[in-house]
Nanobody, 123 residues
Framework: VTPVESGGGLVQAGGSLRLSCAAS????????VGWFRQAPGKERDFVAA?????????YYADSVKGRFTISRDNAKDTVYLQMNVLKPDDTAVYYC????????????????WGQGTQVTVSS
């Protein structure tokens, strides 16, 4: 399965964006799915993850707790990342990731990566 991201863009600080991740060439139904981000010159960091079932357990990085919400619609085979109260520090390429092994809260736990979508937050 290949994750395909969409929804990135340019937003002012304090604004919101919703990223979508659709499954291509397969289905997400047997995968836990997560989001990571990578800023220029920095490592790829965990943002949020959700287990296989719709309404399943959610996991968040401390830096986004209370601002970001991950959800999934298995009928549409899509995972969403709602990002609110965005800050300039949230600027990065956001990657969707899927794993059949465990919840993807670390880069090493990921089986499949998307190509990424740019999110830029202006001050």
């Amino acid at each position: 399965v290949t994750p395909v991201e969409s929804g990135g863009g340019l937003v002012q600080a304090g604004g919101s964006l919703r990223l979508s991740c659709a499954a291509s060439g397969g289905t997400f139904s047997n995968y836990a799915v997560g989001w990571f981000r990578q800023a220029p010159g920095k490592e790829r960091d965990f943002v949020a993850a959700i287990t296989r079932l719709s309404g399943g357990s959610q996991y968040y990085a401390d830096s986004v707790k209370g601002r970001f919400t991950i959800s999934r619609d298995n009928a549409k085979d899509t995972v969403y990342l709602q990002m609110n109260v965005l800050k300039p520090d949230d600027t990065a390429v956001y990657y969707c990731a899927a794993t059949a092994r465990a919840v993807p809260t670390a880069v090493t736990a990921v089986d499949y990566w998307g190509q990424g979508t740019q999110v830029t937050v202006s001050s």
